[in-house]
């Protein structure tokens, strides 16, 4: 009877031992679960972000052209331009504030406004070398319809970190006329093949497909380019080339499909520097802001 009992005793002990242990199986198969779950999640979010960053700016390929590297020992961090550098302006304060951290200094009929917003020196754009000569202006489109300036500048900037290809620009002018410089002009930007080593790059900003720019831009784009050959003393005639007219890529794809609008651009850019000769070479032409956060 006693041993019967015991017996009992010893089956119901082992039973629950076994329940205790299938208990504790669960308990760690669920955590791992959870542990795995949290895994794929941050996997999948550090994916999805990637490729938004990379599929922001898609289709402008400037350039992987690799330009041997001829710096001098001179010091690339002086702006050529830093000395005409204005205060920073309090007219500024009350300029229309936008979803970016830029406060844009505005260009007006007397002045060209640039906001100074370096790319950190890097291999992927902005390789900090010389550029000793400059032979030509050469127009870019960005290829990305409705980006901003500064987002385009971005893009430059990330790919110090996602490392995808070589691509920049020294000015990024966007659809409000407002110039973003991202390299200073005594240093090569990835932007424009083999001529990256004599040639200073503009990259426009548009709004659609069609790769049309609009006034503001244009008028931008028209004045910078117009002090950028005064400064150099080149010629509207044979100073401004084209992306296309390098590479023949398409870029800037308006004023390869439009030859006649390329022509009048041209024109534009010969007028305004005849007809403004005097302000074009003063200092007051230009004025700078540096880049602040908000
Ligand atoms: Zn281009």
Known sequence: MEEKAERAEKAKRSRSRKKRRRFLIRLVTIIILIFALIGFITVVSLIVYGISRLVKRPSET????IVSDDDSGIDLDLLD??????PPSSADSDTESTANAVTSVQTDENHLAINLHLLTKNPYSRPGTALSKINAVVIHYTASPGGTAEQNREYFEDLKVFKTRKASAHFIVGLKGEIVQCIPTK???YASNDRNKDTV?????HSDDSGKFNEATLDSVKKLTAWLL???GLSAEDGIIRHYDVSGKLCPKYFVEHEDEWEKFKK???DYISE????LASADYLSFKEYETS
Do not use: L, P, Y
């Open 201 to 205: 790059a503009i990259e426009c900003c």
């Open 187 to 189: 240093e090569i930007a």
């Open 62 to 65: 400037a350039s992987t052209e």
């Open 276 to 279: 403004n000769k005097t302000m």
């Open 268 to 270: 534009d850019v010969a």
């Open 81 to 86: 331009i830093k000395t005409d550098a204005g």
């Open 230 to 232: 005064v400064k150099n």
